[in-house]
């Protein structure tokens, strides 16, 4: 659409923080810088890149933040759960700062967008993460159809509280009575 291309002679400046290192960041950061290079976004051209990873631990976002936040990036990529959490909790609400995310399994349950189907109402969009948990276990059903007891291997982790509740959710369903 219209304003969605690089202009020309401009240098653009984008900060990539990636919650860890290896994937899915990897490949989400990859698809991603691949599709601003199809709009005429190109890294060593016009495109400007700063990139970081966390290792997993939120409280290294205030570290990036101090070094960063006054070097006037057009836009902020988030991704990942941690690393977008840790962000919100810096800057939500600070519009002279837009960041999109990438690779979040719950965006609407950490806070930073209300709904999918509306514009955001503070600095943060973008894209989320999962297959619907009804899915999953339809295809665990389809797989192993004598399967009646799952387990689920969580973590400590904002992702994983999200994950449980909308298993334990979607078991309360008819159609997954048989499952526990």
């Not at 101090?66 to 057009?74: F, I, L, R």
């Amino acid at each position: 659409g219209q304003g969605t291309a690089a202009e020309p002679e401009k240098i653009y400046r984008l900060l990539i923080v990636d919650s860890q290192k290896g994937e899915p960041y990897e490949s989400v950061r990859v698809a991603m810088l691949d599709e601003l290079a199809k709009l005429g976004f190109k890294v060593g051209e016009n495109l400007q890149i700063k990139h970081y990873s966390i290792g997993n631990k939120e409280g290294a976002t205030r570290s990036i933040w101090d070094a960063e936040s006054g070097n006037n990036h057009d836009v902020i990529f988030l991704n990942g759960t941690v690393v977008t959490e840790g962000f919100k909790k810096l800057t939500l609400g600070n519009m002279k700062h837009k960041f999109v995310f990438g690779a979040v399994t719950d965006p609407i349950g950490i806070g930073v967008i209300e709904k999918f189907d509306v514009p955001p109402k503070a600095n943060f969009t973008g894209v989320c993460y999962p297959v619907k948990v009804e899915e999953r276990l339809r295809f665990i059903r389809q797989v192993m159809p004598h399967a009646r007891k799952l387990a689920l291997i969580d973590a400590g982790m904002p992702q994983s509280h999200s994950y449980r509740k909308w298993v334990e959710d979607a078991l309360k369903l008819p159609e997954f009575k048989d499952i526990q």
